[in-house]
């Protein structure tokens, strides 16, 4: 059974680094046609895509973060981490980490975390 779980800072200021870590169980990151990424829900809104790291290490990032997102992985300890550079209190949300189904057009997301929110504020 696969397994995913957010982890990271609940409280970020305002110009920091938002940084989070996915721990995935049950689940290699680097088995084939599987992606690691995260969305993200801010209050009130809907759900906005980030970015996917690929089971080669290949990044994708959503085109509507200005270049801020950042995703990166360790295999050795099977977790994905996410970035968010320069955050202002619009970035306060509900972080989650996704499991992407490749073998598919679109590509689905078949397994995700609880959740972890995060608050940009002083």
């Known amino acids: 059974q696969v397994q995913l779980r957010e982890s990271g800072p609940g409280l970020v200021k305002p110009s920091q680094t938002l940084s989070l870590t996915c721990t995935v169980s049950?689940?290699?990151?680097?088995?084939?046609?599987?992606?690691w990424g995260w969305i993200r829900q801010p209050p009130g809104k809907g759900p906005e895509w980030m970015g996917v790291?690929?089971?080669?290490?290949?990044?994708y990032y959503s085109p509507f973060l200005e270049g801020r997102t950042s995703i990166s992985r360790d295999t050795s300890k099977n977790q994905f981490s996410l970035q968010l550079s320069s955050v202002t209190p619009e970035d306060t949300a509900v972080y989650y980490c996704?499991?992407?189904?490749?073998?598919?057009?679109?590509?689905?997301?078949?397994?995700w975390g609880q959740g972890t929110q995060v608050t940009v504020s002083l």
């Open positions: 049950g689940a290699s990151i680097t088995t084939r046609n599987y992606a």
């Open positions: 996704l499991r992407h189904w490749l073998g598919a057009v679109p590509d689905p997301p078949d397994y």
């Open positions: 790291i690929s089971y080669d290490g290949t990044t």
